[in-house]
């Protein structure tokens, strides 16, 4: 299958994109590079990377494409917060664009990256695809207007996919530490130490990053008739924790780490446990390798291979809010987030 990514430097694109080739895809991606200095690998890869913003793509971008996977977003609450008519515009509007571009250009499968946060506050029970969401967040809400208005395209020629992903966390050439998982981790390789900065009860469903991207593959591999505008759970309902398990797991698994509780201003409202029996059921060959625990035990190791030090904790590098104020203070990416004349990334392969 010939199929554009786009978001493919990110965290999940980077290793999306590795994957798809060694399943013998042919692959392109358009990305706007706004977290180059997070990579920490440089992949030989033979898929045709360009940068672009997905705001501006056109029609010819998607000649040719069999498949799209919509990766491109400002991810994650507090970026997207950021300026929350850019968060509309880039992640409900233009992958909304993206999908009728896609359509447009013939590709017969659109796979979007939504995200379980969407449920919002809902923890009594694992939540079904058709239970009512609540997203809270400028993030959530503009995932669940693209669901909506994407969903409106499908036909018989055009197929989209949602899938409503967990939060995910394991290495990747294009690092983040703004993933829970991931940073509890770094604190415990670094200092010693995980912080709770509330009461930590607040649920979270988590998948590795790389049996996220299997799903990816998965779907696209599916017959059409079971993914065809079909919402999907993607992550384990019997790998959904407390945020305070998670905690308690990293410093069983770090050796030295101890676990600190502090009271912090900052309250994080949001609490969702997902039921994965649909996605189960609809690709029964879909197997989700990794476990939060050996998720831990790896990180731990990466973060060796990678000299992660306690700097990098606090450095713009791996966090995306900070990178993007970054850019923007430098006069690099306007408030827009387009970037500045001379600034803008160039060249292929990247
Ligand atoms: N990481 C998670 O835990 C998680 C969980 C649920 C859903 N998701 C979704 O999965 C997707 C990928 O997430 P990620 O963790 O890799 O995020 P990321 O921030 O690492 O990657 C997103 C990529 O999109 C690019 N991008 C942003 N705006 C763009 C624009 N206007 N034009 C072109 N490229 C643009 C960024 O440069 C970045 O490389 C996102 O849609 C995100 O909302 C992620």
Redesign the pocket.
């Known amino acids: 299958m010939r199929v554009l990514v ?9 290793v999306l994109v590795r994957s798809l080739e060694l399943s013998g895809h042919e692959v392109r991606g ?6 180059r200095e ?1 990579r920490v690998a440089d992949e030989n890869t033979g898929a045709d990377l360009r940068a ?6 056109e029609a010819d971008d998607l000649r040719g494409v069999d498949a799209v996977v ?7 609450d507090p ?1 997207g917060g950021l300026n929350p008519s850019v968060t509309f ?3 409900h509007l ?2 909304v664009r993206t999908a009728r571009l896609a359509r447009e250009a013939g590709a017969s499968r659109f796979v ?6 969407i449920y919002g506050l809902n923890s009594r029970h694992p939540l079904t695809e058709s239970d009512p969401v609540r997203p809270l967040t400028p ?1 959530a809400m503009a ?1 669940h207007r693209a669901e909506q208005d994407i969903a409106r395209l499908a036909d018989d020629d055009f197929s989209p996919t949602f ?7 394991g290495p ?1 050439p ?1 690092f ?1 530490l703004d ?1 829970v998982v991931n940073y509890q981790t770094a604190l415990a390789v670094t200092r010693k130490e995980v912080r709770l900065r509330d009461d930590g009860l607040a649920w979270r469903p988590f ?1 590795h ?1 790389e049996d ?1 991207c299997a799903t990816v593959r998965a779907v696209l591999e599916a017959p059409r008739e079971t993914v065809h505008n079909e919402i999907f759970n ?1 992550g384990p309902s019997d790998d959904c924790h407390r945020i305070r398990e998670v905690a308690e797991l990293i410093v069983a698994t770090v050796a030295g780490a101890k676990l600190k509780t502090g009271k912090e201003d900052h309250h994080d409202e949001r609490s969702y446990r997902v039921d994965d029996a649909k996605i189960r059921q609809a690709i029964p060959g879909l197997r989700w390798r990794k476990r939060l625990r050996d998720g831990i035990s790896e990180l731990a190791d990466f973060y060796q291979s990678i000299g992660l030090s306690e700097k990098d904790l606090t450095s713009e590098r791996f966090n ?1 809010l900070a990178t993007v104020i970054g850019h923007q203070r430098a006069g690099r990416l306007d408030s827009r ?1 387009y970037w500045a004349a001379g600034c803008y990334p160039s060249g292929n392969n990247f």
């Open positions: 786009t978001g493919s430097a990110g965290y999940i694109g980077a358009v990305d706007a590079q706004f977290f997070a672009a913003d997905v705001r501006r793509i919509d990766l491109a977003a400002l991810c994650n970026l515009e880039v992640n233009a992958a979007f990256s939504s995200s379980c946060s993030y995932k899938l409503r992903n967990a939060t995910a966390y990747s294009s983040r993933l998948l990053v996220l993607v995306r987030l």
